[in-house]
């Protein structure tokens, strides 16, 4: 167990709906990490926030937006979603350093029909 | 731009015979390397990591890694592999001055009983 928790586990919802994924770092760690991995285009980054601010900006859709809360959980909102937005979107924290580990969460699968 | 190849997308090995899976990375400035693995369901896990020093560095179970800065390469190694090592195993690669992490696409290997 890495102490980073995410939910939900699993969810389906239909093309064109809007969805809300959320995380909560380890204890201490200011910086979230979000990750999605599908089969095709193996594992992207994201977005990162840290203690609150968007810091870093990856492989992110407009579609989707993050945000992270003062008590630094974090959601990332899906919008619009599409069928190729299936994935497994995984959360991962650290303290903030670029010298510091990533501890990932348990990841929460998207299925969209 | 930034990032990260892995030599193999499958690797299929006997239990007892020796690793090797490869990663080569294009990223400015100083960097720091970095393997996960995942278990199959799992998330990931940092098996090791290099900031600087001695270029060989060590793992949890038994694996190892070397950076060899002229090659832009950061090798994991494993002497004799067990079942239990059948996993997906991703290299990454993030800059010293907090850049975003990038993922390889992934080595997945299946180790035969």
């Known amino acids: 167990d890495s102490g980073v928790t995410q939910t939900p586990k699993h969810l389906i919802t239909a093309t064109g709906q809007r969805v809300t994924l959320r995380c909560s770092p380890r204890?201490?760690?200011?910086?979230v990490y979000w990750y999605q991995q599908s089969l095709d285009q193996g594992l992207q980054f994201l977005i990162q926030?840290?203690?609150?601010?968007?810091?870093a900006k990856g492989n992110i859709l407009e579609r989707f937006s993050a945000q992270q809360f003062p008590d630094l959980h974090s959601e990332l909102n899906l919008s619009s979603l599409e069928l190729g937005d299936s994935a497994l979107y995984f959360c991962?924290?650290?303290?903030?350093?670029?010298?510091?580990?990533?501890?990932f969460g348990p990841g929460t699968r998207l299925t969209v029909t | 731009a930034q990032s990260v190849s892995q030599h193999n997308h499958h690797v299929i090995l006997s239990e007892a015979a020796s690793l090797e899976l490869g990663c080569n990375y294009s990223?400015?400035?100083?960097?720091?390397l970095f393997w996960y693995v995942q278990y199959p369901g799992q998330h990931l896990q940092l098996l090791l990591k290099?900031?600087?020093?001695?270029?060989l560095v060590k793992g949890i179970k038994g694996f190892e890694a070397e950076f060899i800065k002229s090659k832009f390469s950061f090798n994991l190694r494993k002497p004799s592999v067990q079942w239990s090592d059948t996993a997906e195993y991703f290299c990454?690669?993030?800059?010293?001055?907090?850049?975003?992490?990038?993922f390889g696409p992934g080595t997945r290997l299946s180790v035969l009983p």
């Open positions: 990454a690669v993030n800059g010293d001055y907090g850049q975003n992490f990038v």
């Open positions: 990223y400015g400035g100083t960097v720091n």
């Open positions: 926030y840290y203690n609150g601010e968007e810091r």
């Open positions: 991962a924290s650290n303290r903030g350093g670029a010298k510091g580990e990533q501890y």
């Open positions: 290099y900031f600087s020093g001695d270029p």
């Open positions: 204890s201490g760690d200011l910086s």
